[in-house]
């Protein structure tokens, strides 16, 4: 009994600095901005916050910038979901043959990812300047014909350019997600395909895509979480413009609450982004769900 009970200590000993950070920057936080929603708090101001019941929310339902970060932030994710999935398969796939010198591949992929999402947007920042490198490949490669625009501060231009540098600093983690399902699969299977003749596609459709089913679900939930939780980028190549052309439902809640001072509003946004969230995680996790 005495033993049973100092397991018991012990075991709460290690767990509990785990819980007190998951408490302190998770759990916390949540309630408050769950409580902030409704009153009209604000970051700095003499007097006290008081409760405003629905108000902040009937504001945001009027709220135009809401709807256009709303839709660029669903853009975005529409985009990057499947063409940063699709590409860490592709190098996944390129990146698993037994070949000399593919390690060396696998780490050049995975570099961007373990640099500063800050250090990459400073970068390519100057990349996508009118005079940066992007526009001097692409009249190089034209030969003086095409001169590229000065890509973030065009309301057309910017987001796809965030999307590209995105896609290429993201990709390298999934890839080696990918990589951990491909060597799951059992050898045994590739051979069994290749004694009945089978073509590279045949293999893949019936051999390595039904081997990644837990792996792609994973796959598309992180992305998927990644790309809502937009905001590094944007903070630091645009700043929600030009013309909000690059706002994001993050973005705007984090310029409402710190540079407008509007805590209450800022929670309310941030509340409904997690209900929308929510919503479009379970939908995701139903339809990649085992089935009988």
């Given amino acids: 009994m005495r033993a049973r009970r100092r397991e018991s200590i012990a075991a709460l000993g290690m767990v509990s600095p785990a819980v007190f950070l998951l408490v302190m920057f998770i759990v916390i936080p949540v309630v408050l901005t769950f409580a902030l929603a409704f009153t009209n708090a604000r970051l700095i101001s003499p007097t006290p916050a008081r409760f405003t019941g629905l108000q902040n ?41 037994k070949v000399k010198g593919v390690n060396f591949f696998r780490t050049v992929y995975f570099l961007p990812v373990v640099t500063s999402m800050v250090v990459v947007s400073i970068l390519w920042t100057l990349l996508y300047q009118k005079t940066g490198l992007v526009n001097e490949f692409i009249s190089h490669l034209t030969l003086g014909q095409v001169q590229g625009p000065d890509w973030l ?6 987001m796809p350019a965030i999307i590209v540098m995105s896609v290429w600093q993201g990709v390298g983690f999934h890839m080696v997600i990918w ?3 491909l060597q799951t699969i059992p050898q045994d ?24 089913k837990a792996t792609r679900t994973f796959v598309l939930i992180t992305i998927t979480i990644n790309a809502f ?14 013309l909000d052309a690059t706002s994001t439902v993050v973005y705007q809640a984090v310029r409402t609450g710190y540079s407008q001072q509007q805590t209450g509003y800022a929670s ?8 929308l969230v929510l919503a479009v995680s379970l939908v995701q996790r139903f339809l990649t769900r085992e089935k009988d």
């Fill in 179 to 181: 990589l951990a399902g």
């Fill in 57 to 97: 929310f009937r504001t945001l339902l009027d709220d135009p910038l809401f709807y256009k970060s709303l839709r660029n932030t669903f853009s975005f994710a529409t985009v990057v979901v499947p063409l940063q999935g699709g590409l860490a398969l592709v190098l996944a796939l390129l990146v698993n043959a």
């Fill in 189 to 212: 299977l590739y051979e069994a395909a290749d004694m009945d003749g089978a073509t590279r596609w045949v293999r893949f459709r019936h051999v390595t895509w039904p081997g990644l």
């Fill in 153 to 158: 501060t065009n309301p057309s231009t910017a």
């Fill in 229 to 242: 939780a937009l905001f590094t980028q944007v903070a630091v190549m645009t700043q929600g413009g030009p």
């Fill in 268 to 275: 309310a946004i941030s509340l409904v982004f997690f209900v």
